[in-house]
């Protein structure tokens, strides 16, 4: 289409006072100019499909995804970046192609007319015109670049507070906290309008220069390269003819100088899009960067400077949990035990930083926190959760079962009100928080771990529910490990681990004394 567009341009040339008759030419143009739009979108729209598909094959490997939010922070706002970011790089990127294409096949086109027409001297003043101009504008523009970065970071950051205030607004109205937030993101929209400000004043001034060096300055160096030819009566040529070639090789020179403004912009997105696709790589062979914050804890501060992460060694073990003079540790430094030789559960979502842990293989140990995720899709899907219909099918179990995990946490109920295993609901809005801490104690019975860790995750549960799901869990042989500040719960374990916040830690068995005193 691209080519056929010029060819027109060429027709138009050579018979332009036939032009104003031709209806049918005017048809044919405006048929490659559709065409051309739609092969644009077209390439816009899987550039963008191809493009996203490879980047959430890695962003979903594994606990990437994770890794990306919590154990490194070289990206924030990763949602933006695999969304608005990649639409607008691919977008920015077919763009480019189209301002670039035509204006160089016009270009080559134009100078080989040019060159047989008045000489190879024209056309090689204009070409070194528009190799001086696009370097002297690039350096001009090379800020547009760095302004772009900042401007979708302050875009990103915009949009997290105002997705935070929605997320937790049940939380901020019980603080009574509006005035605190709505100062917040007055702060984070002024610093993204402070900023839009000074690149709208840039790009405008930019504007005013690549108007001069691409356009006007542009069409008088054309004019005075075509006319010399032309001040001598021995150097007969047509001059209508290269009079329109001499205008439309300025103008397409002068949409090559303009496209590098472009250029600069799209270099702000493709440094963003790299950054991702390089970090997404490095989580992914289990390198990762954070930037460590000082606490001003003597103790932290020199165990944080010696934590490297990944240094420790995983054993796989059934039946075993066990950690070896393995430092615990939070991704962000913070040192919870300094020594740990103990036979305790983690979900390997932290780095191991020292020392070897045992531990059974990935599905034989099962998380259970406080507020359990309830994911898209049917009732069937919140009990088998992360397992598919076919995989239940896989395992042998019935939906009678699952029936009967649902009577274990008293949500039979709920089987009973949609009518069917496949209804369909927001469950998150649905189920109340004591059911959703339920259903999350249902799924744990469906996938039977050998190992259960239960972050205060029935502490919206009553009692007596409470007391059958922890005596349920021990009847089919699912040894637990809870974080709860019940003292109902303590009945269901035999020992105990207390930490004081300086690195230390004591572990001893749970006695009566122990019930009695402790909290």
Aim: hydrophobic content about 40%.
């Amino acid at each position: 289409m691209l080519v056929t567009r010029t060819y027109c341009d060429v027709w138009m040339i050579q018979n332009g006072t036939m032009i104003e008759r031709s209806q049918g030419l005017s048809m044919s143009i405006a048929l490659v100019n559709n065409f051309l739009k739609l092969g644009l979108y077209e390439l816009k729209l899987r550039f963008r499909e191809r493009l996203t598909k490879n980047l959430y094959d890695q962003y979903l490997q594994g606990f990437t995804y994770y890794k990306m939010g919590n154990l490194d922070n070289r990206i924030a706002n990763a949602d933006q970046l695999l969304t608005q970011d990649v639409e607008k790089f691919c977008n920015s990127v077919v763009d480019l192609y189209s301002n670039l294409s035509k204006p160089l096949l016009d270009i080559v086109l134009y100078i080989f007319k040019l060159t047989s027409a008045i000489g190879a001297q024209g056309p090689a003043v204009m070409m070194s015109y528009l190799l001086i101009s696009g370097l002297f504008l690039t350096r001009l523009r090379r800020p547009i670049g760095r302004m772009t970065v900042t401007e979708q970071r302050y875009e990103g950051e915009y949009r997290f507070v105002n997705s935070r205030l929605i997320t937790n607004s049940e939380e901020i109205a019980f603080y009574n906290g509006n005035t605190r937030e709505k100062q917040t993101i007055y702060s984070t929209f002024k610093k993204l309008v402070d900023h839009l400000h000074n690149f709208i004043f840039f790009r405008c001034s930019m504007g005013f220069v690549d108007s001069m060096i691409a356009k006007y300055v542009a069409t008088v160096v054309g004019y005075l390269v075509v006319s010399r030819p032309f001040l001598t009566p021995s150097h007969p040529r047509h001059l209508h003819s290269t009079h329109s070639e001499r205008m439309l090789c300025s103008a397409a020179l002068g949409r090559i100088v303009l496209a590098g403004r472009e250029m600069t912009r799209l270099s702000g997105f493709t440094s963003r899009i790299t950054e991702l696709m390089k970090v997404l790589r490095e989580l992914n062979a289990g390198k990762y960067e954070r930037t460590m914050v000082s606490q001003g804890k003597a103790l932290n501060t020199i165990f944080k400077l010696v934590l490297v992460p990944g240094s420790g060694l995983i054993i796989n073990r059934d039946n075993l949990i066990k950690f070896d003079h393995a430092p615990l540790a939070t991704p962000n430094g913070d040192v919870l035990i300094r020594d740990l030789t103990f036979e305790l559960a983690v979900q390997s979502l932290w780095p191991l930083f020292g020392g070897r842990l045992t531990k059974p293989e990935r599905g034989k140990l099962f998380y259970v926190p406080q507020r359990p995720y309830m994911t898209l899709g049917s009732l069937r899907d919140q009990v088998i959760y992360p397992d598919t219909h076919e995989d239940q099918q896989q395992k042998g179990i019935p939906d009678h079962i699952l029936k009967e995990y649902l009577d274990n946490v008293q949500l039979g109920h709920i089987l009973d009100r949609e009518g069917s295993w496949d209804s369909v609901q927001d469950w998150m809005d649905v189920l109340s928080g004591g059911e959703k801490q339920r259903m999350a104690m249902a799924r744990l019975f469906y996938h039977k771990p050998q190992f259960a860790i239960l972050d205060e995750c029935t502490s919206a549960v009553s009692v007596d529910v409470e007391d059958f799901i922890y005596s349920h869990c021990r009847t089919v042989g699912i040894t637990l490990f809870t974080v709860s500040h019940r003292k109902s719960l303590w009945k269901h374990h035999e020992y105990y681990l207390h930490m004081d916040g300086r690195g230390n830690y004591e572990f001893k068995p749970i006695s009566e004394e122990t019930v009695e005193f402790g909290s």
